[in-house]
């Protein structure tokens, strides 16, 4: 109607408020005759409209439509329209712009609330506690406990409670039980250092954000030193020496520290300095994860993608590997994490970029091309390695800044 209104002159636009209220009762209003001083009962002008003159005795309510930045909502007998609100106030967007009907209607943007007359952020549902609501302009996030099978991590106004993973239908066997706030850990997760089939298995724990942010165990100084000296040298609860003497059998030299670096973390996650750096990690992995899974992926596509990559290519037979024992939103994220294995060293969103212009080059699918860009940008922006590397070696020259609690309970 709005859209309709502004097209018209205004005589067709009386012309079709007339005919689109012949049939309705109009609102009145009583008005003096200034000539006669005789009360007489006027039709009240529509929405979108004004008084021009009132009625008389001999001819009716004369109406105009309201001119540009005002507006009338409801039937009334004023001379004119109300201004429209000028601007949206702070953290505000405009959901509807001012018509000759409506006012300008403001909202919160995204992820805020309206509390009195204020936008405040919505709430973050704390580990143990997943969203069962989500927040919307109006209204807060509603937060409810984690029922048991279920659990949440991380802190977050988006994400709900997730479920624990079930072992056994990986062929696994339970090595801890899942709470509120932590996963079910399976028996291979337990010896996530058996480096000898991980890039392969589809139930192996793929982090590319891990592997970004940790990249400087490829460099000085942590590739120089021993893994038996780092587990010694990390501040907080010690790494259980016959994991470290598991990781010197089974994995290679930079693939010991990025695992002494995984177990140290999870049983030190509970100090304040390595809270921002698992909530980090966390969160780009949720988000890599999200945009990875494209489905009707073929084999063509992941081959292509494969081959457009720098460095060490992936066989075919490997990529073949992946598709069969993989759910297909896993392929990319898995294949990544193959080629991230035989190309140590090598920055993903820089590898990812160049491989962009590869595909475009080769015509590939868009799709393929839109999840890649994403990732690369998700990827680029959490790989602040230095500032990473910076804080663990602190940490280890520094140990004071942990809770001085050295072992396991």
Same mark, same amino acid.
């Given at each position: ?10 005589? $067709? @636009? ?16 009583? =008005? ?10 006027? !039709? ?31 039937? =009334?007998? *004023?001379?004119?329209? /109300? ?18 009907? =409506? ?18 952020? +919505? ?6 506690? *997943? ?20 659990? &949440?991590?991380? #802190? ?7 479920? =624990?993973?079930?072992? %056994?239908?990986?062929? $696994? ?25 991980? +890039?392969?298995?589809?139930?192996? !724990? ?17 590739? &120089?030193? %021993?893994?038996?000296? @780092? #587990? ?17 059998? &089974? ?7 990025? +695992? ?18 698992? /909530? ?12 990875? %899974? ?16 720098? *460095? ?21 994220? /898995?294949?990544? +994490?193959?080629?991230?294995? /035989?190309?140590? *060293? ?8 160049? &491989? ?11 799709? @393929? $091309? ?40």
């Amino acid at each position: 109607m709005s859209n309709l209104a502004s097209s018209l002159t205004p005589s $067709l @636009l009386l012309f079709a408020v007339s005919f689109a209220w012949a049939y309705h009762e109009i609102p009145k209003y009583q =008005h003096q005759d200034p000539l006669t001083s005789e009360i007489l009962l006027c !039709d009240q002008c529509p929405p979108g409209t004004a008084v021009e003159r009132h009625c008389t005795a001999m001819e009716p309510t004369v109406c105009v439509p309201c001119p540009e930045k005002r507006f009338a909502e409801q039937w =009334h007998w *004023g001379d004119s329209c /109300q201004h429209c609100t000028s601007v949206c106030k702070e953290r505000q967007i405009v959901r509807r712009e001012c018509n000759s009907t =409506h006012n300008r209607v403001c909202e919160c943007k995204p992820g805020y609330h309206l509390v009195v007359e204020f936008c405040v952020r +919505h709430t973050a549902c704390r580990p143990g506690f *997943g969203v069962a609501v989500q927040g919307t302009p109006d209204g807060d996030t509603v937060c409810e406990r984690c029922p048991p099978g279920y659990f &949440s991590s991380t #802190s977050s106004s988006t994400e709900p409670c997730v479920p =624990h993973r079930d072992c %056994s239908q990986l062929g $696994l066997k339970t090595f801890r039980s899942g709470t509120a706030t932590q996963d079910t850990l399976c028996e291979t997760d337990s010896k996530e250092f058996d480096c000898s089939h991980q +890039h392969i298995e589809c139930n192996t !724990d793929i982090t590319l954000c891990e592997e970004a942010i940790f990249q400087f165990v490829a460099s000085p100084p942590l590739a &120089s030193i %021993s893994v038996e000296r @780092l #587990s010694e040298s990390l501040p907080g609860r010690k790494v259980d020496w016959k994991n470290v003497e598991r990781l010197k059998k &089974s994995c290679s030299p930079q693939q010991q520290t990025l +695992h002494l670096l995984r177990l140290w973390r999870e049983q030190n996650k509970d100090q304040d300095k390595l809270n921002s750096i698992i /909530q980090g990690v966390n969160h780009c992995e949720r988000k890599v994860s999200r945009c990875a %899974s494209i489905k009707n992926l073929t084999l063509e596509d992941l081959l292509m993608l494969m081959d457009s990559l720098a *460095g060490e290519k992936v066989s075919e037979e490997d990529v073949r590997a992946v598709v069969r024992s993989c759910p297909s939103q896993r392929y990319i994220l /898995q294949l990544l +994490h193959l080629w991230k294995v /035989q190309n140590r *060293g090598q920055d993903l969103a820089k590898a990812l970029a160049q &491989s962009l212009r590869k595909l475009r080059s080769k015509g590939a699918r868009r799709p @393929l $091309l839109k999840t890649l860009k994403r990732m690369s940008r998700i990827i680029s922006a959490s790989s602040m390695h230095r500032m990473y590397e910076k804080m663990i070696v602190s940490m280890i020259q520094d140990g004071t800044c942990f809770k001085t609690k050295p072992y396991n309970d």
